[in-house]
């Protein structure tokens, strides 16, 4: 290994946008939010499994390095992540893992069927907050 070659860490390069990052993390609150209990009740699961938020990172770090002052940038880094977390769901689904990132999946914590009916959800709400 080189030694000349300066380790970043995603935090590192997180940095420059963390605060955005915590809203970010509330906007997609705002996108999910149902008046379901069930809906409440996995949302509430899905926000533990969040992840990194690498994609809102690098629409963020892009929008800052363009300088644009576009105050959706936000939203559409909550629709980013929002993608992510939908295809993961689905994913988990057909493959019927039930653990992703150490946390229960949604097919593992509820049922393949709640897991199918919330990604569809999420995918919805994307493409109306779009709209």
């Given at each position: 290994?080189n030694?000349?070659?300066a380790?970043?860490?995603?935090r ?9 990052l ?8 705002r996108?999910?939010?149902?008046d379901?209990p069930i ?16 994609r809102?990172t690098l629409?963020?770090?892009?929008h800052?390095?363009?300088r ?10 909550a629709?980013?992540?929002l993608i ?5 769901v689905h994913?988990?689904s057909?493959d019927?893992s039930?653990l992703r990132?150490?946390?229960?999946t ?10 199918v ?7 919805s ?7």
């Amino acid at each position: 290994m080189n030694p000349q070659v300066a380790r970043v860490s995603l935090r590192d390069v997180q940095r420059p946008v963390a605060d955005e990052l915590e809203n970010v993390v509330l906007e997609l609150q705002r996108l999910i939010a149902a008046d379901f209990p069930i809906v409440t009740e996995v949302n509430e699961h899905l926000l533990q499994m969040k992840g990194k938020l690498f994609r809102p990172t690098l629409l963020l770090l892009s929008h800052r390095a363009a300088r644009c002052n576009d105050s959706r940038a936000l939203t559409l880094a909550a629709i980013v992540e929002l993608i992510h977390l939908a295809t993961l769901v689905h994913d988990d689904s057909v493959d019927h893992s039930g653990l992703r990132g150490g946390l229960p999946t949604i097919n593992g914590l509820f049922s393949h069927q709640i897991a199918v009916i919330m990604g569809d959800y999420l995918f919805s709400r994307w493409v109306s907050e779009l709209v």
